[in-house]
């Protein structure tokens, strides 16, 4: 397992954006298959986002497909989830996670290794 440690949550009014950080304790194959999800209360654990990022392979959600992207910096062993056109049923929790063996994948259960988590609030 490895450690996550995200960033980059806050509030926004609907239409703006925000870009969220994960940057992992190492880059082994452990980390190699990330994931953005989140969970809005009373709701549960959606998919957002994977990549694998030895190949730059991605797959986002179809509710955020043309607004989220997810990247990586290798160099920097982050992975980012730029979030434009932002609406308010985006607001929840976003969680960072990693150590998927079928990348990208968007089962939360096949991750090994989760970040504490980051609000993203958007008002309307």
């Not at 932002?86 to 991750?111: F, H, M, Q, V, W």
Request: aromatic fraction near 8%; hydrophobic fraction near 30%.
């Amino acid at each position: 397992q490895v450690q996550l440690v995200e960033s980059g949550g806050g509030s926004v009014q609907a239409g703006g954006s925000l870009r969220l950080s994960c940057t992992a304790s190492e880059y082994t194959s452990s980390s190699d298959c990330m994931g953005w999800f989140r969970q809005a209360p009373g709701k549960g654990r959606e998919a957002v986002a994977s990549i694998y990022r030895s190949f730059g392979v991605t797959r986002h959600a179809d509710s955020v497909q043309g607004r989220f992207i997810i990247s990586t910096d290798n160099a920097k062993n982050t992975v980012y989830l730029q979030m434009n056109s932002l609406k308010p049923e985006d607001t929840a929790i976003y969680y960072c996670a990693a150590g998927a063996r079928s990348c990208p994948s968007s089962k939360p259960n096949e991750y090994n290794s989760w970040g504490q988590g980051t609000q993203v609030t958007v008002s309307s």
